[in-house]
């Protein structure tokens, strides 16, 4: 899988040379590269933004600079079978989940474009969609100053499930929301721990009351704390 990301703060990418992504990058797994979207420009001052077209507090990112970013990271695609996948982190975007994370962990190349100020001209979009397949995602109903906590949080979900980066691919099976339910609770040695005890069918070896404990845990766990998970 190869990974762009465009952005006015490159070393905000450094995690990526750490942690599970960043031993995937080493193996080759991903290939993961970060590109300054100012190395687009060709003014003494690299400018990426202006005010906005009718008015309104702050600034919006020029569209010329992404142009010729995206002609520099999809260039060639245009022989590629399958066309990159674009995405926008945005609040105004779809709300990236597990199943979107699934989704994008198949994507032969991915493109994560990081908007700062008020945001990205519109029409860098529109142009994109024309040259790849672009989604606008939301990593939750708050405001950020810029896309690129939201990107590295997609990152660590959507790779995680990239076939090799985990030892041991069971581990992506049981996790909340891998199923659609909250994970149950989980428990380690002592079997006491300042007066609490872990509940005894998980000391039973009776691997069917665990799993049907498991799930029964998971569910109502669920309808406690995230009952919309459980609708339609
Ligand atoms: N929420 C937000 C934002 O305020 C700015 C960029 C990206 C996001 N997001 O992906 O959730």
């Known amino acids: 899988m190869r990974i762009d990301v465009v952005t006015i703060f490159p070393d905000f990418f450094s995690v990526l040379d750490v942690s599970l992504l960043g031993r995937a990058r080493q193996s080759g797994l991903v290939d993961a590269r970060v590109h300054d979207l100012r190395a687009f420009t ?4 690299r400018t990426v933004d202006d005010t906005p077209y009718g008015g309104g507090a702050g600034m919006v990112m020029k569209p010329e600079p992404w142009g010729e970013a995206f002609d520099a990271v999809l ?10 996948t674009v995405v926008f982190p945005s609040p105004a975007g779809e709300r990236f989940t ?3 994370a699934h989704e994008l962990a198949e994507a032969p190349h991915l493109v994560f474009a990081c908007g700062r100020y008020e945001g990205i001209d519109s029409r860098v979009a529109e142009h994109v969609a024309t040259r790849a397949t672009v989604r606008e995602l939301s990593l939750g109903d708050y405001v950020l100053n810029g896309g690129e906590v939201a990107v590295v949080a997609m990152l660590e979900a959507i790779t995680r499930l990239v076939p090799g980066m985990v030892g041991n691919p069971e581990s992506i099976v049981e996790e909340s929301h891998a199923d659609g339910l909250l994970e149950y609770p989980i428990y380690t040695k002592p079997a006491t721990w300042r007066g609490l005890d872990v509940p005894d069918v998980l000391r039973s070896g009776d691997h069917g009351k665990v799993a049907a404990w498991r799930r029964e845990q998971a569910i109502e766990r669920t309808r406690r704390v995230r009952p919309d998970l459980l609708e339609g």
Do not use: E
């Open 98 to 100: 597990q199943a979107i």
């Open 42 to 45: 060709h003014d003494r001052h």
């Open 75 to 84: 260039g060639t695609d245009a022989s590629a079978q399958t066309p990159a």
